[in-house]
């Protein structure tokens, strides 16, 4: 969707699709694994791709573009590339909640610091790798999401209160680190991104 309106591309392809092509991985990919999180244990227990692994691709990426275009011309496609990031739901509802393995460790603001440390090292990481604009959305509601009104929400299907606490309080730590991140990351501009300011945004332009 954001490639489409930046005019880019109508589709952002998987970095993984067998039928990518050289002149694709100059316009953007994605990394992104459904269900992967900021915890490590996250990715383990939906059997998917972790963040980890998913920078290790994002190397493998960079040494294809210069392959193709030159060491000069990489870091100004890296330096001048968008980067979303987008996790965390999984960890909340599934990881804590669902399957409940780090509340034996973690209560939720020790999970939630857990969490928001992650996803600043995993920024610090594509940092270093040589990108520059870099936004990170931030947790929804998950309580409010149909599955988890029906797992935790009671015979009301209430929205758990839990859940959505959690989902602040992350989100609340992920916005100082990141705006400290950004003071101290020369010629970057990392953001964190109000998923919920961004959905009204999207539907009043839908409307108008």
């Given at each position: 969707m954001i490639a489409e309106e930046l005019g880019i591309k109508d589709l952002l392809p998987a970095y993984?699709?067998?039928?990518?092509?050289?002149?694709?991985?100059?316009t953007g990919v994605s990394f992104a694994?459904?269900?992967?999180?900021?915890?490590?244990?996250t990715p383990k227990i939906a059997s998917v791709i972790s963040l980890s692994d998913q920078v290790e691709m994002f190397k493998e990426y960079i040494g294809k573009v210069k392959e193709i275009v030159g060491e000069e011309r990489t870091k100004f496609?890296?330096?001048?590339?968008?980067?979303?990031?987008?996790?965390?739901?999984d960890d909340i509802a599934n990881t804590y909640f669902l399957a409940r393995v780090r509340q034996l460790q973690y209560d939720i603001p020790a999970y939630t610091d857990l969490m928001a440390n992650s996803a600043t090292d995993f920024?610090?990481?594509l940092y270093e790798l040589g990108a520059r604009r870099i936004g990170v959305l931030s947790a929804p509601p998950i309580g409010c999401v149909p599955s988890q009104r029906t797992l935790a929400g009671g015979i009301l299907r209430e929205c758990p209160e839990g859940h959505n606490e959690a989902a602040?309080?992350?989100?609340?730590?992920?916005?100082k680190n990141l705006n400290s991140l950004n003071q101290n990351s020369p010629n970057s501009r990392i953001i964190y991104i109000d998923g919920l300011k961004l959905q009204t945004k999207v539907a009043v332009a839908q409307e108008n």
């Open positions: 993984l699709d067998p039928n990518l092509k050289p002149s694709d991985l100059l694994s459904g269900a992967s999180g900021y915890d490590p244990l496609i890296l330096s001048n590339s968008l980067i979303i990031v987008v996790a965390g739901s920024v610090k990481e602040k309080l992350f989100n609340s730590k992920l916005s």
